[in-house]
């Protein structure tokens, strides 16, 4: 299995912040790596695919690079509803993993 | 756009069998290039892909289930369901299904219910 690790755990910032997110895979998944979005109570939503495209109503402040092995995923200005969950995952092979999340809260 | 739903028992007890069906609409389970999932999450914890299964009904799973998991679809109804076997308090967790896209970025979850919570428990 490809192991995801995240970086950090949780992370406490304000409104209007640039953040930013670490995701290290296993083994190289080239560009394989998609990021999503969990609010509390709900199930998570898709913000970006193949490490850099952002999804379809997807605000232009969230964007995702890297490949290889280590991806970021920044958003460039945090708003009130950013707070939440952040999960990276692989789908270059089988068993899809995720990272073990990252919380992002209010400071 | 495609909606899923799950649905299914909330309780069940220890050493027995855990089945939950997806309801899928304004999609098809059996027509089209997709593959439908099953992915658990414990309660403050993180996701685990379960296994999904191909629209031709081709099926894979994660080897940690394996040996406990099938999951099948219902083409009459548009849906696919899960079953998990021999159940612990370890397989208490919030179950969601959902579908996975493959376009030019690869693939991805692009879809997903809104999750049904499974307590493990005598």
């Known amino acids: 299995d490809i192991q995801m690790t995240q970086s950090p755990s ?3 910032a304000s409104v209007g ?4 997110i670490t995701c290290r895979a296993s083994q190289t998944i080239i560009t394989s790596l998609n990021w999503c979005q ?3 109570g709900k199930a998570p939503r898709v913000l970006i695919s193949g490490a ?7 605000p232009s402040r969230f964007s995702g ?23 990276c995952q692989q789908s270059y092979s089988i068993p899809r993993t995720f990272g073990q999340g990252t919380k992002v809260e209010i400071k | 756009q495609v909606r899923l739903q799950e649905s299914g028992p909330g309780l069940v007890k220890p050493s027995q069998t855990l089945s939950l069906m997806c309801t899928v609409s304004g999609g098809s389970v059996s027509f089209g290039h997709h593959y439908w999932n099953w992915i658990r999450q414990p309660a403050g914890k993180g996701l685990e892909w379960i296994g999904r299964m191909y629209t031709s009904g081709f099926t894979t799973y994660n080897p940690s289930l394996k040996t406990r998991v099938t999951i099948s679809p219902d083409a ?32 991805y979850f692009d879809s997903w219910g ?4 499974v307590t493990v428990s005598s």
Do not use: H
């Open chain 1, 10 to 12: 949780s992370l406490s």
């Open chain 1, 17 to 20: 912040d640039r953040v930013t």
């Open chain 1, 38 to 40: 969990q609010r509390p």
């Open chain 1, 52 to 58: 850099s495209k952002l999804q379809s109503g997807v």
């Open chain 1, 65 to 87: 690079s890297g490949s290889g092995t280590d991806f970021t995923l920044t958003i460039s200005s945090l708003q009130p509803e950013d707070f939440a969950t952040y999960y």
């Open chain 2, 76 to 107: 009459s109804k548009n849906q696919f369901s899960l079953e998990l076997t021999s159940v612990t308090a370890a397989d208490t967790a919030v179950y969601y299904c959902a579908r996975e896209w493959d376009d030019s970025s690869g693939p």
């Open chain 2, 114 to 117: 809104q999750g049904t919570l």
